[in-house]
């Protein structure tokens, strides 16, 4: 990436980071883009968390402010995850040698959202530019980890009203596709987290881009073999 298109992304995604923490009144101002510190994690969702703490003590989680929402909401301790605020697929390759240094037993990559809003200054096809940039971190982890095992996780879906204002959001279920393609020529695991979408529509924080404590908790619950 030349440090041109790298100043523009960097600047691109951070505001687009201030437009999502502007949308909802009960966005908290994490990092420009975060879940709303308006939520708090009741009784039953705290003990959850806390076996889910020690269930994935040997995974971390690379993303975005989505990830993010993990360590933020306390459901998994900041040792596991590493989630930043408009982190693209192409930016998380800086991140290579801190994950490596945490030494992993399982990796969950959770990209691709932002990637998807990136600007024509970057790109005309924003789904296979990440793309191609995810195929580069999956192998740079596998040389750097090779006994890792990677989980690639489907981008989260958006309320509608997002869809409309970032049209971008429009093609989510075209990149997962290409996800689940990548993911199968890679070798490594790919998890469609859009089952817990099926029986509760409410996860999402008022930003609706972001979620609620319970979104990561079922999450992990779907993920929690994988860590076998």
């Given at each position: 990436?030349?440090?041109?298109?790298?100043?523009?992304?960097?600047?691109?995604?951070?505001?687009?980071?201030?437009?999502?923490?502007?949308?909802?009144?009960?966005?908290?101002?994490?990092?420009?883009?975060?879940?709303?510190?308006?939520?708090?994690?009741?009784?039953?969702?705290?003990?959850?968390?806390?076996?889910?703490?020690?269930?994935?003590?040997?995974?971390?989680?690379?993303?975005?402010?989505?990830?993010?929402?993990?360590?933020?909401?306390?459901?998994?301790?900041?040792?596991?995850?590493?989630?930043?605020?408009?982190?693209?697929?192409?930016?998380?390759?800086?991140?290579?040698?801190?994950?490596?240094?945490?030494?992993?037993?399982?990796?969950?990559?959770?990209?691709?959202?932002?990637?998807?809003?990136?600007?024509?200054?970057?790109?005309?096809?924003?789904?296979?530019?990440?793309?191609?940039?995810?195929?580069?971190?999956?192998?740079?982890?596998?040389?750097?980890?090779?006994?890792?095992?990677?989980?690639?996780?489907?981008?989260?879906?958006?309320?509608?009203?997002?869809?409309?204002?970032?049209?971008?959001?429009?093609?989510?279920?075209?990149?997962?596709?290409?996800?689940?393609?990548?993911?199968?020529?890679?070798?490594?695991?790919?998890?469609?987290?859009?089952?817990?979408?099926?029986?509760?529509?409410?996860?999402?924080?008022?930003?609706?881009?972001?979620?609620?404590?319970?979104?990561y908790t079922?999450?992990?619950?779907?993920?929690k073999d994988?860590?076998?």
């Amino acid at each position: 990436m030349n440090m041109v298109k790298k100043v523009i992304s960097k600047l691109f995604m951070g505001s687009i980071a201030l437009a999502l923490s502007a949308c909802g009144n009960e966005q908290a101002d994490q990092n420009q883009q975060g879940p709303t510190s308006h939520i708090q994690v009741n009784s039953a969702e705290a003990a959850t968390a806390a076996s889910y703490k020690t269930i994935f003590q040997n995974s971390v989680f690379l993303g975005d402010s989505i990830t993010e929402g993990l360590s933020y909401h306390d459901i998994l301790d900041e040792a596991n995850v590493m989630g930043d605020a408009g982190k693209t697929t192409e930016l998380a390759l800086e991140n290579i040698d801190d994950l490596t240094k945490r030494n992993p037993k399982f990796v969950f990559i959770m990209l691709g959202s932002d990637d998807l809003l990136l600007p024509p200054q970057i790109t005309d096809n924003p789904m296979q530019y990440s793309l191609n940039y995810y195929e580069k971190l999956i192998e740079g982890i596998k040389g750097k980890l090779p006994d890792a095992a990677i989980t690639v996780l489907s981008v989260t879906p958006v309320k509608p009203e997002m869809e409309k204002e970032f049209p971008g959001y429009k093609n989510i279920n075209d990149y997962n596709q290409g996800l689940k393609e990548l993911a199968a020529k890679e070798k490594v695991e790919y998890m469609d987290l859009s089952p817990l979408f099926a029986d509760n529509k409410n996860l999402h924080t008022s930003d609706g881009v972001h979620f609620k404590p319970e979104f990561y908790t079922r999450m992990l619950g779907l993920l929690k073999d994988q860590v076998k």
